[in-house]
């Protein structure tokens, strides 16, 4: 802009001989520019350039926008520089493992002896890390808290028991917020075990365990951001965590208890909770032609693709289902309505007995290709019928495990039916029938 176009508000230009000169403040210093006489023409010079800005906040905006300017990566590019993080960091992880030694023994050796409560922390991504570490030893049998390494100095100390062990995770071991609380943890004298890359390091000194990280190259194209790093402190943090569990023999009955929700609670949760009560289900006697069993046992609403049959004595003999029937009807067997329904039904079926696990059972069910798995008690008398249409409704994950043929249960085909297969009658040389397996 000139100067003639940039007037100053209230000023009169002087007479020629009044021509002078005043000095503008600047950023980086003064700039002198010449004010014109009454009559003069105003010249056109430009400003002077700008000094440079010594607001680191003004230089992160410029180089901010010196990077969007640039062309974004293609796809290509971008799978390519992913590979390599993700590659850079297996590399580590590879190479962490090899170096484990028996500070990692005397680290699990810490917390499989600890009477109190692990206690976990770190600061940033660190501290990200330590809360996923506390969460997985609490969920797979030894307890464990979090605690953020700035609120532990200004009172959270007060968590901490002499009998608790703190792991400290630190890439540098300089964390200033987790070297400030190294005096106060060695005075209540507490198990330390620091997880960070050198054990010359001030929380490496301090710490009565160190595992070390090793020099490790994060993944970041300028080799900041805490990427490879805290993979290492995840994996490692996760290897401490699992071999605990195993030293204590946490057994899927005790996860199932700590995971009762989601899917993976449903999986581990009991068939108890899923089956159908038997006062939902359709039973009857064995010796009972089939005839009035369907007469005599009907069932409105809805209802199970399976009448399960007992002895006199109550106890599960064998299962006949809707599917048998069908079938008795295709091959022109009306007779046989009339005949007692042990002839024709599925005898000794598959069963599950009441307190089992949904994942044994769904297993069972997938495995065998049944539609239809009885629940039994301890003296073998029914307690009720896990149902496919019910078990697909409970755990979609299940749906390609439990189709008979892959995926074709998506689209809800008729159930198989919960009997083996027999062996066929084909005509032999004189009129006499002979078995074909």
């Known amino acids: 802009m000139s100067i003639g176009r940039r007037r100053l508000r209230g000023y009169n230009a002087p007479a020629e001989s009044q021509a002078r000169e005043i000095a503008l403040p600047r950023s980086g210093g003064d700039t002198t520019i010449r004010l014109p006489c009454r009559g003069e023409p105003e010249p056109r010079c430009a400003l002077p350039p700008p000094a440079k800005s010594e607001s680191p906040l003004e230089d992160s905006a410029m180089s901010t926008a010196r990077r969007?300017?640039?062309?974004?990566?293609?796809?290509?590019?971008?799978?390519?520089?992913?590979?390599?993080?993700?590659?850079?960091?297996?590399?580590?992880?590879?190479?962490?493992?090899?170096?484990?030694?028996?500070?990692?023994?005397?680290?699990?050796?810490?917390?499989?002896?600890?009477?109190?409560?692990?206690?976990?922390?770190?600061?940033?991504?660190?501290?990200?890390?330590?809360?996923?570490?506390?969460?997985?030893?609490?969920?797979?049998?030894?307890?464990?808290?979090?605690?953020?390494?700035?609120?532990?100095?200004?009172?959270?100390?007060?968590?901490?028991?002499?009998?608790?062990?703190?792991?400290?995770?630190?890439?540098?071991?300089?964390?200033?917020?987790?070297?400030?609380?190294?005096?106060?943890?060695?005075?209540?004298?507490?198990?330390?075990?620091?997880?960070?890359?050198?054990?010359?390091?001030?929380?490496?000194?301090?710490?009565?365990?160190?595992?070390?990280?090793?020099?490790?190259?994060?993944?970041?194209?300028?080799?900041?951001?805490?990427?490879?790093?805290?993979?290492?402190?995840?994996?490692?943090?996760?290897?401490?965590?699992?071999?605990?569990?195993?030293?204590?023999?946490?057994?899927?009955?005790?996860?199932?208890?700590?995971?009762?929700?989601?899917?993976?609670?449903?999986?581990?949760?009991?068939?108890?909770?899923?089956?159908?009560?038997?006062?939902?289900?359709?039973?009857?006697?064995?010796w009972l032609n089939v005839r009035k069993v369907f007469v005599e046992h009907s069932q409105t609403g809805r209802r199970t693709g399976a009448i399960m049959l007992v002895t006199r004595a109550g106890k599960l003999a064998g299962i006949f289902t809707d599917s048998d029937l069908a079938r008795l009807f295709e091959h022109n067997r009306d007779a046989a309505l009339d005949r007692p329904i042990r002839e024709v039904m599925t005898a000794s079926p598959s069963t599950v007995p009441a307190g089992s696990r949904m994942l044994d059972a769904v297993a069972i069910m997938a495995e065998r290709k049944i539609s239809e798995l009885p629940v039994v008690d301890r003296r073998g008398r029914p307690a009720g019928l896990l149902d496919i249409t019910d078990v697909v409704a409970l755990f979609p994950e299940a749906r390609s495990a439990l189709a008979p043929d892959g995926p074709r249960l998506a689209a809800l085909p008729d159930p198989q039916p919960n009997r083996k297969s027999k062996p066929r009658k084909a005509a032999g040389r004189g009129g006499r029938s002979r078995k074909v397996a």
């Open 68 to 286: 969007t300017s640039k062309r974004p990566l293609d796809r290509a590019s971008q799978l390519r520089y992913a590979r390599q993080i993700i590659e850079l960091e297996a590399r580590a992880l590879s190479q962490l493992a090899g170096r484990l030694d028996e500070s990692f023994c005397a680290g699990v050796a810490g917390l499989y002896g600890c009477r109190g409560s692990v206690i976990t922390t770190g600061m940033g991504k660190a501290g990200m890390i330590a809360q996923k570490i506390a969460a997985t030893l609490a969920s797979t049998g030894t307890r464990s808290h979090w605690l953020h390494p700035a609120e532990a100095v200004h009172g959270d100390l007060g968590r901490i028991r002499a009998d608790d062990v703190v792991l400290l995770f630190s890439q540098s071991g300089e964390t200033e917020e987790v070297v400030r609380m190294l005096p106060s943890l060695s005075e209540f004298g507490v198990t330390m075990i620091a997880i960070t890359a050198r054990r010359s390091s001030t929380l490496g000194r301090a710490a009565g365990v160190v595992i070390e990280l090793g020099a490790l190259q994060e993944a970041c194209e300028h080799g900041l951001a805490p990427s490879t790093s805290t993979t290492a402190m995840l994996a490692l943090g996760d290897a401490l965590a699992l071999v605990t569990s195993r030293m204590r023999e946490f057994g899927r009955a005790d996860f199932a208890r700590f995971h009762p929700a989601g899917s993976l609670g449903r999986q581990l949760s009991k068939v108890d909770e899923f089956m159908r009560p038997l006062a939902e289900c359709r039973v009857a006697g064995e």
